[in-house]
Structure formats: structure tokens, C-alpha cells
């Protein structure tokens, strides 16, 4: 849980699927091996049987640059409908700030695209892909490398380092989309649908 392991747990078990969500109530019952039980009662537990959503993603100029431009400092920030696990994007992480390569994909006739992968740029994260809603913001796919990101609640912000070469600037507007990935959860183990979100605040160019 959130990138921690606990010695102390039982084997991981399935709840009752009729449960539906909210607040539910039990009790423990602990036996020694001499056979003395006892039971303790007034204990509540959360159910989260819901399936988390992409709900938004945006940009910014974070960097001061070139409004339309990929550069060095912009940033872009994927937004869930709730908590997420960092774990479940990358074993072992917390959430705090970690390197990564981010990848601006040449669309050709369809829409660029920015994918999110490990340091090394070999393993792509399951964060999806994001559609830029234009051809126009590189010719050719280039790589941020020493870009970062990092986890808060349901909110993934990513920074773009250097790129590996020119990047053009956008000429107009248009409206991103994020796909996400469904191997993201959130903290009880739902996966993420596949449902894309829609940039909010209409058509505008992006970084």
C-alpha cells in the first residue's frame, strides 16, 4: 500500500461481491494455541468495490517558453476521479518524484501523442497515452529525457526535461485526450477503466 510493504497480513482474499460501497462493520475472533478465543467487536472498514476514471488532462507553460512548444520545465498533469496506487504504475513507488522518459510521438496525419516511460526508455508506464489534438507539435518523435513525475492522491504531474531535438511550435488549437491504462488501480485494488477524458476548458494550444 502506497508503495509499502507490511510483514504482518494474511493471504490476500476476495470479499463478498454482494457488498456494496460504504462503511461496513465487524469483529475479530483470535484463538492461542491453547485454545482461548476471544472476540472483539466495533471495528468499520471502508468498501471500495468502485472502479476508478480518467477525468481530466492538462498542460502548462510551466517553463515561461514558447506557449505551443514542448520545452524543458512544462509540465502536464493527469487527474483520476480518486486516490490511485502508485504501486500499481510502479513497483515499489511511493508517489515522491522519480525520473522518467517522456516520449512526444509523431502522429503523422493523426494526432501527436505523448507516452510516459521508465529512465532508461524502455518500459512504457501504464499511464496510457495523451493525444494532442494536433499534428503539428513535432515532425519527428523525440525524447525528454531527466523529466519527472510524481503521484499525489489522484493527480499525476509530469515535468519535461531535455529533448533530444527540435520540436515545433503548434500553429493553433486543439483539445487532448487522455487514454488511460487499465493496470493502474487505486488503493483497494480497483483497475482504472478504459474510458478516455477529454481536456476541460475547450480547444487551446498546449505547453
Known amino acids: 500500500a502506497g508503495g509499502v510493504s507490511y510483514n504482518y497480513r494474511s493471504a490476500s482474499l476476495t470479499a463478498n461481491a454482494s457488498l456494496s460501497a460504504g462503511s461496513k462493520a465487524f469483529t475479530i475472533t483470535a484463538a492461542d494455541a491453547n485454545g482461548t478465543?476471544?472476540?472483539?467487536?466495533?471495528?468499520?472498514?471502508?468498501?471500495?468495490?468502485?472502479?476508478?476514471?480518467?477525468?481530466?488532462?492538462?498542460?502548462?507553460?510551466?517553463?515561461?517558453g514558447t506557449v505551443g512548444r514542448a520545452e524543458a520545465g512544462?509540465?502536464?498533469?493527469?487527474?483520476?476521479?480518486?486516490?490511485?496506487?502508485?504501486n500499481s504504475i510502479v513497483a515499489g513507488w511511493t508517489g515522491s518524484s522519480m525520473s522518467v522518459t517522456v516520449r512526444l510521438v509523431?502522429?503523422?496525419?493523426?494526432?501527436?501523442?505523448?507516452?510516459?516511460?521508465?529512465?532508461?526508455?524502455?518500459?512504457?508506464?501504464?499511464l496510457g497515452s495523451i493525444g494532442l489534438?494536433?499534428?503539428d507539435y513535432t515532425t519527428t518523435?523525440?525524447?525528454?529525457?531527466?523529466?519527472?513525475?510524481?503521484?499525489?492522491g489522484g493527480t499525476v504531474t509530469i515535468t519535461l526535461g531535455t529533448a533530444s531535438g527540435t520540436v515545433s511550435t503548434a500553429a493553433g488549437s486543439g483539445t487532448m485526450t487522455w487514454t488511460p491504462s487499465t493496470t493502474a488501480t487505486d488503493r483497494a485494488g480497483n483497475a482504472c477503466t478504459a474510458a478516455a477524458?477529454?481536456?476541460s476548458g475547450g480547444a487551446d494550444r498546449e505547453f
Open 141 to 152: 518523435s523525440r525524447t525528454f529525457t531527466s523529466s519527472s513525475i510524481a503521484l499525489s
Open 37 to 64: 478465543s476471544g472476540t472483539t467487536s466495533g471495528f468499520s472498514v471502508t468498501v471500495d468495490n468502485t472502479a476508478p476514471t480518467a477525468t481530466n488532462v492538462q498542460t502548462s507553460n510551466a517553463s515561461g
Open 106 to 126: 509523431d502522429g503523422g496525419a493523426g494526432n501527436d501523442q505523448i507516452q510516459i516511460y521508465d529512465s532508461s526508455n524502455v518500459t512504457q508506464l501504464p
Open 197 to 199: 477524458a477529454t481536456e
Open 133 to 135: 489534438g494536433r499534428t
Open 74 to 86: 512544462d509540465t502536464m498533469t493527469l487527474t483520476y476521479g480518486e486516490t490511485m496506487e502508485p
